[in-house]
């Protein structure tokens, strides 16, 4: 504990912040054991009184249930459809957007990045009614752009990407700007390639934040065939008929993605999300 | 004009890079939040647009269910910020300094913040499964507590709506009040520690305050985010039983979409918008203090 008894840490001490610390951790990933050993269980053992953590007969047959019957591939397919165009339109909107902020003055230039950044605080569930008028007028209800398009503005990823770009000291680009060179392919051939590590956080959170997302699919697909993941799993556990292994299987497969993503890439998150909440 | 051209000419580049974003910001942000407004006044069923005033707030005045949804969504952040901040700085207290497992504990209690919101709430929906043989029953039959209906208990729904939300703001709070404690001054708790200050004494007087700024950050934040609460709300209780769980968002969502009445959904929608407005004032306010 912070220092608290530096000098000598009691052996009680050490054991109650290993006793709270593994309660917490408990309660932190209950609910994924819960998750993980429903999905192998049977139909009926899930039903019995005596609650066991670990299934007596494990049995693939939810996930093939999920995979041949309920054909989950296609909720994945249609999210992995929008996660992909999402996060790549809106890293390329977003950060045109901040390299032209955080490099140059134009007329308009302080309102626009306070503009964009303000957008951060907008409610999605509060512009669910203008939003789904709009995506009508375009005809884009039922189709993957009313489900990608609404996602690239995003005031957190121009944030990000602007306080990056600011730290880059302009007399790189000075040279090249003498030997004639556009400002796209400053872009291109000198900044994109100084900005690896930031890019690798901001395509991660964008694409967390986008594969958690739940309104606009919700207001977007009207049938089922075009429905991304989250929104399908929603629709299929409030079925009274359908059974809790099967969800709890497709679940799983649900949540693995953003896990994997996580683990790989988590030094990036952490110091994003810090950096972002304490300046944002 | 000429100036305008001039202008404009002069500053091409950088327009040219930011002409995209403008286009996606004004159609899917900028625009939807001034339509919200017009269509809160006009009549917009039948997509006509007659001007109707403020019938709609006169409505929302006397809708009981959208003071009951200010009141659900009021406890469920009170109890969210309480729980979820004590607990982060719990965990962030414990997991400030290295030490065996600290980086698997840190990893264990950040899962949640990265895992899909809608997802998660499927899964605490079936862990409050009903009958008997639901997770939390069973555990509740070890200790030969009577079986709970949890969600569809119109005294316990939304409380047990509000546990997954705490469980999912802990490890984000951590990790801030992690980076604040940080930077504790070191030499400041030494001496205290040779005065004979106990660890009580020291996180009253010394960490408390010297994180203040995190703390207040972590309040402001989950009162903003929370406010807003509508994808774990929509897919566990969608407001059953009897509106006991009814969000000021699910009933934005419920009047728009399953009534049909978007003027008074957009009605809602700018009180929501308020609400997070007024509060993201009072932080910008704050923080430049």
Redesign the interface.
């Given at each position: 504990?912070?220092?608290?008894?530096?000098?000598k840490e009691t052996i009680t001490i050490k054991v109650l912040?290993?006793f709270?610390?593994i309660i917490?951790?408990i309660?932190?990933?209950?609910?994924?054991l819960?998750?993980i050993s429903?999905s192998f269980k049977s139909p009926g053992e899930?039903?019995?009184?005596?609650?066991s953590l670990i299934p007596k007969n494990f049995t693939f047959s939810n996930y093939l249930y999920a995979f041949f019957k309920l054909n989950i591939w296609k909720y994945f397919f249609n999210s992995v459809v929008v996660a992909f165009f999402g996060v790549i339109l809106q890293t390329?909107?977003?950060s045109?957007?901040a390299?032209?902020?955080a490099?140059?003055e134009?007329?308009g230039?302080v309102f626009?990045i306070t503009?964009?950044i303000g957008?951060m605080?907008?409610?999605?569930?509060?512009?669910?009614?203008?939003?789904?008028?709009?995506l009508r007028t375009f005809g884009l209800i039922n189709n993957y752009a009313g489900m990608i398009?609404?996602i690239?503005?995003w005031g957190f990823s121009?944030f990000m990407l602007s306080e990056f770009f600011k730290e880059i000291p302009a007399e790189l680009e000075e040279s090249a700007r003498i030997d004639g060179a556009s400002?796209l392919t400053i872009?291109t051939k000198i900044i994109l390639p100084l900005s690896k590590p930031v890019f690798g956080a901001v395509f991660i959170f964008s694409f967390?934040m986008v594969?958690?997302q739940?309104?606009i699919p919700?207001?977007v697909a009207n049938s089922q065939s075009i429905m991304t993941?989250?929104?399908w799993?929603?629709n299929l556990?409030?079925e009274t008929s359908s059974n809790?292994t099967i969800?709890?299987a497709a679940?799983t497969l649900?949540?693995i993605p953003?896990?994997i993503?996580?683990?790989l890439f988590?030094r990036n998150?952490?110091q994003g999300?810090?950096s972002g909440?304490?300046k944002g | 004009m000429e100036k305008i051209k001039n202008t404009f000419l002069e500053h091409k580049t950088p327009l040219m890079f930011v002409l995209p974003a403008v286009i996606f910001f004004t159609l899917f942000k900028i625009f939807p939040i001034l339509n919200l407004f017009w269509l809160s006044i006009h009549q917009v069923d039948k997509d006509i647009g007659d001007f109707i005033g403020f019938k709609n707030y006169l409505k929302l005045i006397h809708d009981q269910v959208f003071w009951l949804s200010l009141k659900n969504t009021t406890i469920i952040v009170i109890l969210v910020v309480f729980f979820g901040t004590i607990f982060g700085y719990l965990a962030a207290l414990l997991l400030t300094e290295d030490f065996k497992g600290q980086k698997l504990f840190r990893i264990l209690i950040f899962i949640p913040v990265v895992t899909t919101v809608s997802i998660i709430a499927v899964v605490w929906k079936m862990m409050y499964y009903p009958a008997n043989s639901g997770m939390l029953n069973s555990l509740l039959a070890y200790f030969n507590i009577p079986a709970q209906q949890w969600l569809a208990d119109p005294k316990l729904a939304l409380y047990a709506l509000t546990v997954p939300l705490i469980w999912r703001i802990i490890g984000y709070n951590m990790m801030i009040f992690i980076a604040a404690l940080k930077g504790v001054d070191k030499n400041q708790l030494e001496a205290a520690q040779v005065e004979g200050a106990n660890w009580w004494q020291k996180l009253i007087y010394i960490i408390i305050p010297a994180t203040k700024y995190a703390i207040n950050m972590v309040l402001i934040l989950a009162v903003l985010r929370t406010y807003k609460v509508f994808v774990p709300a929509y897919v566990m209780t969608s407001g059953d039983p009897q509106h006991k769980t009814e969000t000021i968002a699910t009933w934005i969502y419920k009047q728009s979409f399953r009534y049909w009445d978007m003027s008074y959904g957009a009605a809602l929608a700018v009180v929501l918008f308020l609400i997070i407005m007024v509060l993201t004032i009072f932080q910008k306010k704050f923080q430049s203090e």
């Open positions: 504990m912070l220092s608290l008894e530096s000098k912040k290993y709270c610390l917490i951790s309660f932190m990933i209950l609910p994924f819960w998750m429903a899930i039903n019995l009184l005596h609650y390329i909107v977003c045109l957007a390299y032209a902020l490099r140059f134009f007329p230039s626009l503009i964009f957008t605080m907008l409610p999605d569930a509060a512009l669910m009614v203008p939003l789904f008028r709009i398009l609404p690239v503005p121009v400002a872009f967390i594969w958690d739940f309104i919700l207001l993941l989250p929104l799993l929603a556990s409030s809790r969800v709890a679940t649900a949540t953003s896990i993503i996580f683990l988590q998150f952490i999300l810090t909440a304490v | -």
